[in-house]
């Protein structure tokens, strides 16, 4: 059974950093892609970034793009998201997900099967 748990969601003021952490159990952490994705109160859920846990190929959506980068430690089946520069329009749900893939690439567009809980993002002064 995969199971993805995510974390590391706090309050922080404009222009400050956060990391998020996903960890996956169940998966081998060099068969998959992983994604975070995020959803304001009243929004869609968006697609923020996402890595293939073999090749390590990456994508982000334009609006984090220079600001947010995602990275893997296989030692540790975890995946990061530091945050830098964060905006108050940054504020959001952030999920972890995880699809199994023979892929070496990666989209937040995939349907991904397995979700973590969801951490909270809260950017304010």
């Known amino acids: 059974q995969l199971q993805v748990e995510d974390s590391g969601g706090d309050l922080v003021q404009p222009g400050g950093s956060l990391r998020l952490s996903c960890k996956v159990s169940?998966?081998?952490?060099?068969?998959?892609?992983i994604a975070w994705f995020r959803q304001a109160p009243g929004k869609e859920r968006e697609g923020v970034s996402c890595?293939?846990?073999?090749?390590?190929?990456?994508n982000y959506v334009d609006s984090v793009k220079g600001r947010f980068v995602i990275s893997r430690d296989n030692a540790k089946n975890t995946v990061y998201l530091q945050m830098s520069s964060l905006e108050p329009e940054d504020t959001a749900v952030y999920s972890c997900a995880a699809k199994p893939t023979v892929a070496t690439g990666c989209s937040v567009l995939e349907k991904y099967g397995y979700w973590g809980q969801g951490t909270q993002v809260t950017v304010s002064s």
């Open positions: 890595i293939n846990t073999e090749s390590s190929r990456t």
């Open positions: 169940g998966l081998r952490m060099t068969a998959g892609n």
